[in-house]
Structures are given as structure tokens and as C-alpha cells.
């Protein structure tokens, strides 16, 4: 037998390498089971991945007619943010403002000279009032105005912020308006004080004198934060848009729907189109192909497909598929032009077309989407296609579960195998070691037949 070496102690047989060479053919047949084992499991990461990515699509197919997506918002906006700037807290009349500044709100402040006391002593601090006391703040012999500051500032009950300018101790309320006055005594002498004021403001004819330059009450929903006077007689216009539905909110939902929608197709042709491979020599090879031409999930495709271009049931008006809103396939195809993403059934969105559609008929476009409640629209319809492949136990779920059970018999198969290799093995051990055994007891008896002879001589 080729590749047998003679170097047994009784036969000259190698038999351990006999042995190893009938093993080897008897595991051919676990190399089959090994690749059907790599290809089952990349056929279920293969059908994981499109799940996963379905669920993503239903996702964003449910934003489509999620009444947080529809919900009616409104843009405020200043045509001078260096002097007032707005934001919208609530929903508010929608129209233009004029609005004039007079006067900013300002804090208290006052300086002191101050000496650094002879003796452990408090700075006191009180209400405007000069003898309601609002905090005490201990300083120790020499404290120097830096000490002072260090102090005041980490008060909790000071409200004031303090402040060494050129040696002189300097402090403001934390609060604005002409309710912002203090006292402080054990600081020095006062060198300067600047009473504060409150704001005063005028939207439209009406006039307000607020404590803060930050205003919610003048006009209902929106903040103002004055930030400078208008001379004379001028004002800063603040326009407050109708309340409609979000524009950019919506354009991006949808967005996402076609994202979730095209990776969906992307990922499913890129299986389907996946040859296998010839007599495969690697384990990449044994992956190719495992879902090639697969009908389920070609049929999926088809079904998708046809819920995203077809007319809604129930739809009146000019709004009544996804195209009439600049969803579509794309460009058409022509004799002399292909457009591949339009044949593999890609979805695009002209955003023009949906902007338009959102000004001309945002109502239309909501009930088209599924946004409109007790009216079903091309959300719900799309759902009920979706749903056979989303839903626990549906389609993709059951393949998924199968390809998990095969993969379970097989690894109960190769452990088999390998018991019944192992029997093998140790049968092919003992059968060449009785063969050894029957040669050495043949090879004592013709020893010992020879000494008798030749003592018979």
C-alpha cells in the first residue's frame, strides 16, 4: 500500500499510519456535513439581516402616520436679533408684532473701598431695606479684598457676585430690575452705587415694564430677549407664521421611510443575485449563493414593490399615490438610458414636489401618508404587506427559526459522527493489535519448534 512504511517491531507494518489513512476516508462524509452546516448558517445571517432591516422599515412606516409627526407647529423669528430675539414656548397668535425697547433691565451694583478688618468679623449683606439681613459672610483679620470675593461668591444666600476692580471690592445682584437693591455692611466705605431698572417695552400699543430683559407674558407663547434699545421711534418687527404642520419634520420621516425602504431592496437583490460557486474551495465559496433566486424573498420584493406604487383606496382630490407627492422610481427608463436603481425598483423623492404639496394641501398629503386618524392611508396599506414578514412567527421569522433547528440537527449529526469515528478508530487499534499480538506468538512457536529440532539431532 503506498505511503506504508515497514517498521513494525513483529509485522514491519506501520500501522498507525495504516490506521490514519483508513480514518481519513472513513471522514470524507463529515466534510459534507461541515459545509451544508457553514452554508445553513449563512443563510439564516443572510435572512437576519433582511429582518432586521424590516423591522427598520416598519418602523419608519409607522412614523409616516404617527400624529407626532403631524402635530401643528409654528415658527417665530425677529428681523433684528441683535435687539430682540424670540423662541415659541406654546402655540401663539399667529401675525407681525412690532416691538420698541426703551430701556434695558439692569442689576443693582455698588463699589467699596475696602480695608481689611483688624479683627475676625462678618460682611453683612442685606435687602435693599438696609436692615433685613440676607446673608453673613465671616471674614478673618487681614482679609484681603480677594478674600472678600472669594467668600461673597460662595455664598449661597448673598445673591450677589463680587468682583475686585483695581483693589476696590465691586458687587451686582444676580437679579435684575429696580427689586434688585442690596446693603452691606463690614465691605468699606461705598464709593459708587448704580440703583437697577427694569425693562420697559412697548409690543405694539401696549406698553410693559418688566424686571427682566427675559419676557414670556407680553405676548402669548413666545419669549422675547431684549437685548438692545431701538432708537427713536423705530422697532423690531417679530413675525409668528400660522400653526401647520412641520415641513422639515415630515420631510425627513420620509426620508427615512425611503432609506429603510431601499435598503430593504438593496440588501434582498444582493442575496438574490449571488451565485454559487463551482466546486467551492474555501469557506467564502460554500457561502455564495445560499439565497440565490430564492422565490420567497423575490416574491416579497414584488409585493413591496406593488403597495409602493399603487393608487390608495378611499383617496379623493389630486392626492392619491406617493408619486403625486415625488416618490417614485426614479427617472424612467429610455432606449438609450438605463436607470438601474429604477429597474431594481429604488425608491426616490423629489423634495420640490413634496414641499409643494405640503403648502398646496398639507391636509391632502396627511391623509395620503395615513397621518388622518379613522382614514386609512398608504401607511396602513403598506403595513398589511409588511406585516407577513415583520410579525413574530410570520414568514421571515419561521425561515429564521428553521434554519436554527437544521443547524441544531446538524451539530447532533457531527456528534454522532465523531462518536462513530472514535468507535472506528479504536476497533481498527485493537484488531492490528491482535494481528501483532497473533504474529508474536506465532514467531515464539516457530522458535521454540526449531529448538526442538535441532536438539534432536
Known amino acids: 500500500m503506498a505511503g506504508i512504511q515497514l517498521s513494525g517491531l513483529v509485522s514491519g507494518l506501520d500501522t498507525q499510519s495504516i490506521i490514519d489513512q483508513l480514518m481519513s476516508v472513513e471522514r470524507q462524509p463529515r466534510t459534507r456535513i461541515t459545509h451544508e452546516q457553514t452554508q445553513v448558517t449563512k443563510r439564516q445571517s443572510l435572512l437576519q439581516d433582511i429582518s432586521t432591516k424590516l423591522t427598520t422599515l416598519k418602523t419608519a412606516n409607522d412614523d409616516l402616520k404617527s400624529a407626532l409627526t403631524w402635530g401643528d407647529t409654528q415658527t417665530v423669528s425677529s428681523a433684528d436679533e441683535s435687539k430682540v430675539s424670540v423662541s415659541r414656548t406654546a402655540g401663539a397668535p399667529p401675525g407681525g408684532y412690532d416691538v420698541s425697547i426703551t430701556q434695558l433691565a439692569s442689576a443693582e451694583r455698588a463699589t467699596y473701598a475696602f480695608t481689611p478688618p483688624t479683627a475676625d468679623g462678618p460682611l453683612t449683606v442685606y435687602e435693599a431695606d438696609g436692615t433685613t439681613p440676607r446673608a453673613t459672610v465671616n471674614l478673618t483679620a487681614g482679609a484681603t479684598v480677594d478674600d472678600a470675593v472669594a467668600a461673597i461668591n460662595s455664598s449661597t444666600n448673598a445673591n450677589l457676585y ?61 419669549q422675547l430677549t431684549l437685548k438692545g434699545k431701538t432708537p427713536g421711534t423705530d422697532s423690531v418687527g417679530i413675525t409668528v407664521s400660522n400653526p401647520g404642520p412641520d415641513k422639515d419634520a415630515i420631510t425627513t420621516k420620509v426620508k427615512a421611510f425611503i432609506d429603510a425602504y431601499n435598503a430593504v431592496v438593496t440588501t434582498t437583490r444582493a442575496d438574490l443575485s449571488d451565485k454559487a460557486v463551482v466546486n467551492p474551495s474555501s469557506t467564502a465559496d460554500l457561502q455564495k449563493g445560499t439565497l440565490f433566486g430564492d422565490t420567497g424573498l423575490s416574491s416579497m420584493l414584488t409585493s413591496l414593490r406593488g403597495a409602493v406604487s399603487q393608487t390608495i383606496a378611499g383617496m379623493s382630490g389630486t392626492l392619491k399615490s406617493l408619486s403625486d407627492i415625488g416618490i417614485s422610481t426614479g427617472a424612467a427608463n429610455t432606449g438609450t438610458s438605463i436607470n438601474q436603481d429604477s429597474v431594481d425598483g429604488k425608491l426616490t423623492l423629489d423634495t420640490t414636489k413634496l414641499s409643494a404639496a405640503l403648502d398646496a394641501d398639507p391636509a391632502g398629503v396627511r391623509t395620503l401618508l395615513g397621518g388622518t386618524a379613522g382614514t386609512d392611508g398608504f401607511s396602513q396599506a403598506f403595513a398589511s404587506v409588511l406585516s407577513p414578514f415583520t410579525d413574530a412567527g410570520g414568514i421571515l421569522d419561521t425561515r429564521i427559526s428553521s434554519a436554527t433547528s437544521d ?20 476497533y481498527y487499534q485493537k484488531q492490528f493489535t491482535a494481528l501483532e499480538t497473533a504474529l508474536q506468538a506465532s514467531q515464539s512457536a516457530g522458535s521454540s519448534l526449531a529448538g526442538l529440532m535441532s536438539s534432536s539431532r
Open 407 to 426: 443547524l441544531a440537527d446538524i451539530s447532533d449529526r457531527l456528534t454522532a459522527f465523531d462518536s462513530r469515528m472514535d468507535a472506528k478508530q479504536a
Open 162 to 222: 463680587a468682583v475686585n476692580v483695581n483693589g476696590e471690592l465691586v458687587l451686582s445682584a444676580k437679579t435684575t430690575g429696580t427689586g434688585s437693591g442690596f446693603q452691606v455692611s463690614g465691605a468699606g466705605a461705598q464709593t459708587n452705587r448704580v440703583a437697577g431698572q427694569d425693562a420697559q417695552f412697548s409690543v405694539g400699543s401696549q406698553s410693559f415694564t418688566r424686571s427682566s430683559n427675559v419676557v414670556t407674558d407680553a405676548l402669548p407663547g413666545v
